[in-house]
């Protein structure tokens, strides 16, 4: 047994024993995870003990993981206490979903980055769904996520806080040869009878699945059926694009070869946009991030409704805008529990 063991190695044990996942223990460190697993055989070696059994499709703590875990725990929180008591520890980043590097989280986060001092990092996380940051908001596993507040259930949201951004108009992502392709903005009803991928069988993207549902409903647009989540753009693009699919989108969405993105009209189908975070988070910034998208969303009219807008009641309720938009006749047919 070793004298004494780097604590950065045990953080980087804990963090994978709590995540069993290397990669996500990897984003929750801020670290490669090629250097993840180097500190993780450092400690394994140091210790004469293996601490994981790893496959190609879990993770798990071995006996002496299982032992060695609470021990680890203990060290790091007097390693901690030790650092707080002699000197001020520097602001920890805050962490920030935005889903893809294109649209609306992006620009207010690359904005709200000029905005603090060096010293206060925001560090951007690239996964879509705020269904599935929700649960990584409420344990402080993220800090700010964006995404359809309304979507979320009540229990949920009791332990959120959030502030409407934008209400994106909807677009299509069709083939480049598609008989709507050449239009410069659809109609929905030019849809009917049209199959449309939005995300349906991706647990964590729940919220833009049951939105897509309700705009279908009784137009004659059918949902793609389920399929496995689809992490990062070039997947997305490679899957997309093998399968044939017309994707439901927003106006601004990742470039796909070959595929062409349409603005939808007639109605126009609105996305509504929050920033959510934890309640009760305290940190600088988040205050430059809620600044900057105040500041966007005024100087872009992010909050207008075009003529014709659509959204469900209750998301126009979230958004602010009740009353301002049409959540059409077909609506009731596709709201769960009626």
Sequence with gaps: M????????LRAFVAVAEELHFTRAAGRLYVAQQALSRDIRRLERELGATLFVRTTRQVALTVDGERL?????????????????????????????????????????????????????LV?????????????????????????????????RAGLEHQPVRLEPMAVLLRAD??????????????????????????????WTELAARLFAGRGIAMAEPFPEIEGSQEFVRVVRKRGWSVLASVEFIDVPGMVLRPLVDPVPLSPVSMVWRRGLRHP??????????????????????????????????????????????????????
């Design 285 to 338: 910034g988040l205050g430059a991030l809620r600044a900057v998208a105040g500041e966007l969303a005024r100087r872009g009219g992010w909050l207008s409704v075009p003529s014709g807008g659509w959204l469900p009641p209750e998301d126009a309720r979230v958004m602010g805008v009740a009353g301002a938009v049409s959540s059409g006749p077909r609506d009731a047919e596709a709201a769960p529990g009626r």
């Design 2 to 9: 070793p004298s004494a063991i780097d604590p950065r190695l």
């Design 124 to 156: 951007a996380r690239f996964h879509s769904g705020l269904t599935g940051a929700a649960a990584e908001l409420a344990d402080g596993r993220l800090d700010v996520s964006f995404g359809r507040y309304a979507g979320l259930p009540p229990a949920v």
């Design 69 to 121: 875990l609470p021990y680890a725990r203990r060290v790091l929180t007097a390693h901690e206490e030790l650092a707080a008591a002699f000197g001020p520890a520097p602001e920890r980043p805050l962490l920030v979903d935005v889903g893809v590097p294109i649209g609306t989280a992006h620009r207010v986060l690359e904005e709200a980055r000029g905005r603090v001092p060096d010293s206060c990092e």
């Design 178 to 207: 598609h008989p709507l392709a050449g239009a410069c903005a659809v109609r929905l009803a030019e849809l009917a009878g049209e199959t449309l991928y939005a995300a349906a069988g991706n647990p964590q993207t729940a919220e």
